[in-house]
């Protein structure tokens, strides 16, 4: 269980362009992680094109979203939602990231819907986990990220 206050656990993973990212690699800046169960479902699509829709509203803080898809099918749905950043895979080992942070759902082989505000120091400072069905409130990460001053 991850909770707030923990360093959040680093990764490297690819993004939808085939590229490695490290979560440390945006040490300085605040990261937004959003974890999704599958690309091109409903509540994800809607989830995706609100946070691509209202960017200006998240302070500047890098978004990076996170599901156990293989990086084609993230590539895909990134290029069919306009999705301009990181959509990371967590494919292989599958849903090792997902695990670390205490979302994976091993019956279903996905990530919950799990968000977490790292800030430039690379710590937890809030989260929401939901499950797979429940769409989350752009509104409230928009209060975290506020919250970092």
């Known amino acids: 269980m991850l909770d707030i206050g923990d360093a959040a656990p680093d990764f490297t993973l690819k993004n939808q362009h085939g590229e490695d990212i490290s979560l440390t690699s945006f040490r300085g800046t605040p990261v937004l992680l959003v974890f999704f169960p599958f690309a091109f479902s409903g509540i994800c699509s809607g989830e995706f094109a609100e946070i691509r829709n209202r960017m200006s509203e998240l302070g500047g ?14 590539r895909a749905f990134a290029d069919a939602q306009g999705l301009e950043f990181s959509v990371l895979s967590d494919f292989w ?57």
């Open 61 to 74: 803080a890098e978004v990076l979203a996170v599901s156990c898809d293989h990086f084609y099918a993230n």
């Open 93 to 149: 080992p599958h849903g090792a990231v997902s695990r670390a942070y205490g979302i994976f759902n091993a019956d279903v082989g996905v990530a919950e819907r799990g968000t977490f505000v790292i800030d430039g120091e690379g710590i937890v400072r809030w989260k929401v986990e939901q499950g797979i069905g429940e769409a989350r409130d752009l509104g409230a990460y928009r209060k975290a990220l506020e919250s970092l001053g």
